[in-house]
C-alpha cells in the first residue's frame, strides 16, 4: 500500500514504520493518524512481519505531537471526538497490535509523540530525545491516553511533575525512570531496535500475542480512566486557556494564563 506521510518496509520478520513528515517535525494530523491506522491493521495480518519498529524520519523529531493547526478551533464536541477516535483508530491498536512493537525515538517525543512511545510496548531512545507532555502550556490535557500510560510507567509523582511542569526530560533521565528500556547514541537507534526486534522473534509469536493481551488487560481493568481522559479532553476546548495556548504556539510567542 502506498501512504503519503509514511514509509513502510518488512524485512527478515521486522516490519518498520516510519511517520514520514520532518517538516513538521513529523507531528501527526489526521492523514498521518489515518494511515498509520489503515498500516497497523494491514501488518497485524501480515504474516511475513512478526516485530514492529515505530520511528520518525529525519534525526529532529519522532513526533512533536498531535497537529496544533488542525485542532485549535474545535468546539467541546470535536475535542472529545478528536480523543475518542484517535485512541480507538491509533493508541489503543498500537498497545493492542498483536505482535510486539518497539519504539525507536529517534529525537523529540512530545504530546501525542509520546503517547505513541509509550502506547508501544517497548521504547529504546536516542541519547539525543527529548521526551516530554507539553498539553498543560497548550490549556489542554493529553487526550491519546498520556493521563494513563506515564503514570504506569513512570510512577504518579513524577507523571505529574512531567504534567505540570510541561518540562522536556532528557533520554538519560528517560532511562532512569523506566520511561525507556534503553538507550544509545542517533546513529546506532535503528541497528539496536532490530536487535532487540531479532530477539523477539526467537520467541513464539502466538504466545506473544497472548502475553500482550494479558499485560493489556491488567492496566485497564475498567475502562473509566481513559473515558475521563477523553471527557476532561474535550472541556479544556471551551476554555480561555486553551484559545491562549493553542493561539500563543501558532502565532510562535509565549502564552499568558496569567
Ligand atoms: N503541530 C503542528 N505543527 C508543529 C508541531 C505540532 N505539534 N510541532 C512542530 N510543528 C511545526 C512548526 O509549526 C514548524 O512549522 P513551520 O516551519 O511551518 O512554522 C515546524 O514544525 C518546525 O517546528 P519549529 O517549532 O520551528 O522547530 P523548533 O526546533 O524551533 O522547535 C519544538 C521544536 C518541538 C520544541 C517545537 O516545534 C514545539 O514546541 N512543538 C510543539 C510541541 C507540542 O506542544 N506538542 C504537543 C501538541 S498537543
Redesign the pocket.
Known sequence: MEYSNLIVAIDSGIGTITINRP???N?LNRVTIQELSSALDALALDSAVRVLIVTGSGNK?FV??????EFASFPVEQGEALARDGQQALFDKVAHFPKPVIAAVNG?A???GLELAMAAHVRIAADSAKMGL??L??G?IPGYGGTQRLPQLIGRGRAYEMLFSARMIDASTALVWGLVNKTCVLEELMTEARSMAQGFLKTSTQASAAAIQAVEAGFRPTERGYASEITAFGQCFQTPDFIEGTGA?LEKRKPDFS
Open positions: 517538516e513538521k517535525l507531528a523529531a512533536a505531537g498531535a497537529d496544533i493547526s523529540f512530545l504530546g501525542g507539553p498539553e502550556s497548550l489542554v504556539f
